[in-house]
């Protein structure tokens, strides 16, 4: 198993640099607009590699395990049509109400293959939801995931970043649980994202594009899920794992509607982005993200080891961090601004 993973992400790593170089097989370059913090063309094929990466792990794994749960094969299928429409998009471009339908279509796969929100539970509380709620919040859940994790693709290594660590704990968390599939499944995307990094840190020769981004977001999604269905873990310790990527594009995106700003539109208002316009520069911030990302899973982790009377305190805590974070910030930047 450990071999595969391995595998995996040497090959990422391998093709990644191919694609970097002038005369890739594939070249998409990633022109600056108005939502780019970059200023020259950069390549945006890295989320190829991952792709292939994982295509060719997702083989290995069904020529060389007999793994009964043919969970990971509706998952799979979610994998190559976003992976396609995507690269699709990055190339030519897609209007978005098509871009929509196709995320919509990978939630339906969730939602056949049962990795649905069949009951909430928080500590010692839970409850179950009708069927109408479970199949709404599943959909929504895998949809909103899929484009925050787009939405947050803006700087060097930050998504790479947040998929090592993010499915890197998810991976941890099955280890505990002693759930193999879940293991290999989220091993292989950590390691092939580490691969896609190692080119994508500061200052990035290469960017993952839609066809990493969105293919990232869902997978988080459908691990998310399939790890609260088997009992791996509860949602909230993958939501509080994917927590910096959550806050941030939701936090915004509720500012834009109050602001009754087009939320559709290309911007540079998350908080990340706000943080490298002040002048921090992509390196400071994305390391700063780093730190709060290992945060979040660490508290993960030992929440798995505690007894869930204290999953609410520490649920309450990362509340109160994170509203506390967002106004240090608002008003860090509010003095920045009136410095200059």
């Known amino acids: ?23 890739a097989v594939i070249r998409i370059l990633d022109q600056p607009n108005t939502r780019s913090l970059h200023t020259i063309p950069t390549p945006r094929t890295g989320g190829v ?29 979610g994998i190559a049509i976003l992976g396609i429409i995507s690269l699709w998009e990055d190339a030519y471009g897609l209007s978005i109400y098509l871009r929509l339908l196709f995320h919509c279509c990978t939630a339906a796969l969730l939602i056949i293959a049962s990795l649905t929100i069949h009951e909430l539970r928080i500590g010692n509380w839970y409850t179950s ?16 995931f899929i484009n925050l994790y787009n939405f947050m693709d803006g700087i060097d290594g930050l998504a790479g970043g947040m998929a090592v660590i993010g499915f890197g704990a998810l991976a941890t968390l099955g280890w505990y649980a002693d759930k193999n599939d879940f293991i290999l499944i989220n091993g292989m995307t ?15 020769r290469i960017f993952m ?44 995106l509720l500012r834009r509607l109050i602001a ?9 208002t998350h908080y990340y982005q706000r943080l490298v316009s002040s002048g921090l520069g992509h390196f400071s911030v994305t390391v700063s993200m780093y730190l709060l990302m290992l945060a979040c899973a660490a508290t993960a982790l030992i929440a798995s080891h505690l007894s869930p009377t204290k999953h609410l305190w520490l649920i309450t805590l990362w509340i109160i961090l994170y509203g506390s974070l967002i106004a240090y910030i608002e008003i860090w930047l509010i003095q920045r601004q009136l410095k200059t």
Not at 1 to 23: A, H, K, Y
Not at 260 to 268: D, G, S, V
């Open 129 to 144: 939801l009708p069927n109408w709620l479970d199949l709404s919040f599943t959909f929504i859940f895998t949809v909103w």
């Open 190 to 204: 950590a390691t092939a994202t580490a691969g896609f990094l190692v080119w994508n840190f500061p200052p990035a």
């Open 209 to 252: 594009g839609d066809s990493g981004s969105t293919v990232l977001g869902f997978l988080a999604a459908a691990m998310s899920l399939w790890g609260n269905h088997v009992k791996v873990f509860d949602l909230w310790m993958a939501i509080l794992i994917f927590s910096p990527f959550i806050v941030d594009a939701t936090v915004t």
């Open 49 to 77: 590699a991952i792709l292939i990466a994982l295509t060719f792990g997702y083989l290995l794994v069904r020529i060389t395990t007999n793994f009964s749960d043919y969970t990971i094969d509706f998952i799979a299928v």
């Open 260 to 268: 009754k700003e087009k939320i559709w539109q290309p911007h540079r």
């Open 1 to 23: 198993m450990m071999l595969i993973i391995i595998i995996v992400g040497c090959i990422s790593l391998i093709l990644t640099w191919l694609l970097t170089r002038n005369n």
